[in-house]
Protein backbone atom coordinates (compact mmCIF):
# COMPACT_ATOMS: atom_id res chain seq x y z
CA UNK A 1 0.00 0.00 0.00
CA UNK A 2 1.60 3.35 -0.58
CA UNK A 3 1.76 5.71 1.57
CA UNK A 4 -0.37 8.46 0.34
CA UNK A 5 -2.90 6.21 -0.06
CA UNK A 6 -2.32 4.76 3.66
CA UNK A 7 -2.14 8.17 5.28
CA UNK A 8 -5.66 8.94 3.62
CA UNK A 9 -7.23 5.98 5.37
CA UNK A 10 -5.27 6.75 8.72
CA UNK A 11 -6.67 10.45 8.74
CA UNK A 12 -10.03 9.37 8.39
CA UNK A 13 -10.03 6.67 10.80
CA UNK A 14 -8.57 8.65 13.25
CA UNK A 15 -11.02 11.30 13.05
CA UNK A 16 -13.79 8.53 13.56
CA UNK A 17 -12.30 6.66 16.36
CA UNK A 18 -10.49 9.28 18.01
CA UNK A 19 -9.04 6.16 20.62
CA UNK A 20 -7.14 4.69 17.94
CA UNK A 21 -5.02 7.79 17.29
CA UNK A 22 -1.65 7.69 16.52
CA UNK A 23 -2.01 3.44 16.06
CA UNK A 24 -0.02 2.21 13.08
CA UNK A 25 -2.11 -0.68 11.59
CA UNK A 26 -1.36 -4.30 10.54
CA UNK A 27 -1.71 -4.69 6.75
CA UNK A 28 -2.68 -7.80 4.99
CA UNK A 29 -3.15 -7.66 1.12
CA UNK A 30 -6.31 -8.80 0.38
CA UNK A 31 -6.66 -10.80 -3.23
CA UNK A 32 -8.37 -8.79 -6.34
CA UNK A 33 -12.46 -10.00 -6.84
CA UNK A 34 -12.19 -9.77 -10.73
CA UNK A 35 -10.06 -9.55 -13.46
CA UNK A 36 -9.01 -6.05 -12.17
CA UNK A 37 -5.61 -5.46 -10.67
CA UNK A 38 -6.56 -2.46 -9.30
CA UNK A 39 -9.62 -3.89 -7.28
CA UNK A 40 -7.51 -5.66 -5.28
CA UNK A 41 -7.49 -3.90 -1.52
CA UNK A 42 -6.00 -4.41 1.41
CA UNK A 43 -7.00 -5.36 5.53
CA UNK A 44 -5.74 -3.15 8.17
CA UNK A 45 -5.69 -4.06 11.68
CA UNK A 46 -5.56 -1.23 14.64
CA UNK A 47 -5.32 -2.48 18.27
CA UNK A 48 -5.77 -0.46 21.19
CA UNK A 49 -5.89 -1.89 24.94
CA UNK A 50 -8.63 -0.14 26.88
CA UNK A 51 -10.00 0.09 30.42
CA UNK A 52 -13.31 -0.47 31.59
CA UNK A 53 -15.32 1.03 34.38
CA UNK A 54 -14.26 -1.34 37.16
CA UNK A 55 -10.55 -1.47 35.89
CA UNK A 56 -10.49 -4.90 33.49
CA UNK A 57 -8.42 -4.34 30.27
CA UNK A 58 -9.72 -4.74 27.32
CA UNK A 59 -8.39 -5.33 23.69
CA UNK A 60 -9.95 -3.35 21.08
CA UNK A 61 -9.78 -3.62 17.16
CA UNK A 62 -10.78 -1.83 14.27
CA UNK A 63 -10.51 -3.62 10.56
CA UNK A 64 -11.37 -1.01 8.04
CA UNK A 65 -11.10 -2.30 4.27
CA UNK A 66 -9.55 -0.20 1.36
CA UNK A 67 -8.65 -0.43 -1.93
CA UNK A 68 -5.24 0.36 -3.31
CA UNK A 69 -5.92 4.01 -3.68
CA UNK A 70 -7.05 4.83 0.19
CA UNK A 71 -10.89 4.81 -0.53
CA UNK A 72 -12.49 3.24 2.75
CA UNK A 73 -15.24 0.52 2.08
CA UNK A 74 -15.84 -0.94 5.26
CA UNK A 75 -15.39 -0.77 8.74
CA UNK A 76 -16.14 -3.32 11.90
CA UNK A 77 -15.21 -2.90 15.04
CA UNK A 78 -14.83 -4.74 18.61
CA UNK A 79 -16.27 -3.65 21.83
Given at each position: ??????????????????????????????????????????L?????Q??????????????????A???????????
Amino acid sequence: MENSALQKVNQEVYRRYPEFAGVKPEIQSMPSSGADDQAAGYLLTYTVQATTANDRRITRRLRVSASAQGKINKVSTSR
